[in-house]
């Protein structure tokens, strides 16, 4: 399976977003990543849905929106309506999580789930079938450039086998701490979204950053 790259803009220039957006698309990038902090959910605070409208004029490739926010049904529709195409929510924040998911699928968006590093699998089960994508935290979330957490590689894997119990093709998404060292381990445990802030923005080069990562992935894939 096609490894797909989403470098995340957390670890961008802020006030140079299209030229960054511009840099990792003729890398290879296949998705942009968006994360969204609200201070409460995470002890950080990032964007809200105009930053998200700005992005989309200018982004050729689909938002992958990651709200890492309380309460995220009071925000799904602006988030979309913003051109978010893809909306993840974390189990952590959402009590009724099968109506939030059915929300951002009737407001036409791919809907997926998150975990945090704490989470136990099991947390997925009722809604694993339901979902468009799974997105795995590979660090507690809140930060970029946090250290990959290795236990990740063996929840992936459990995570691939909750979704093929359930029927389901849908991708793992691995976010946190994604670098070329880790990139092909996560891939062979079964993620096929790499989402990557620091490793490809950090870089001074994006376009070349985007395209090692998915080289690197790759390369120790086929092993
Ligand atoms: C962390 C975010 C990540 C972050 C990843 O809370 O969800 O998407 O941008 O950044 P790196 O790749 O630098 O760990
Ligand atoms: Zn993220």
Redesign the pocket.
């Known amino acids: 399976m096609s490894v797909l790259i989403a470098p995340?803009i957390?670890?961008a220039d802020f006030a140079a977003l299209g030229t960054e957006i511009a840099a990792a698309e003729r890398g290879g990038a296949d998705f942009i990543?968006v994360?969204i902090m609200d201070g409460h959910f995470?002890p950080n605070l990032t964007m809200g849905p105009p930053v998200v409208r700005s992005l989309s004029k200018v982004a050729k490739v689909p938002l992958d929106v990651?709200l890492?926010i309380e309460k995220p049904d009071q925000f799904v529709e602006a988030f979309v309506r913003a051109g978010a195409s893809m909306i993840s929510v974390h189990v952590e924040a959402v009590p009724h999580l099968h109506r939030t998911i059915q929300l951002i699928k009737q407001l036409g968006a791919r809907a997926g789930v998150a975990i945090n590093p704490a989470t136990p699998v099991g947390a997925l089960e009722e809604i694993a079938g339901d979902v468009d994508h799974v997105l795995v935290m590979s660090?507690n979330?809140?930060?970029?450039?946090?250290t990959f957490i290795p236990r990740t590689e063996s929840k992936i894997q459990a995570v691939r086998a909750l979704l093929e119990r359930r029927g389901s093709r849908a991708p793992i998404e691995v976010?946190?701490?994604?670098d070329m060292s880790n990139a092909a381990r996560v891939i062979e445990a079964g993620a096929t979204i790499l989402?990557?802030?620091?490793?490809i923005f950090g870089t001074g080069d994006a376009e070349r950053a985007t395209r090692d990562l998915r080289a690197a992935a790759a390369l120790r894939a086929r092993v």
């Open positions: 995340s957390l670890a990543h994360d995470v990651h890492m660090v979330p809140g930060f970029g450039g946090q976010d946190g701490g994604i989402v990557a802030g620091v490793s």
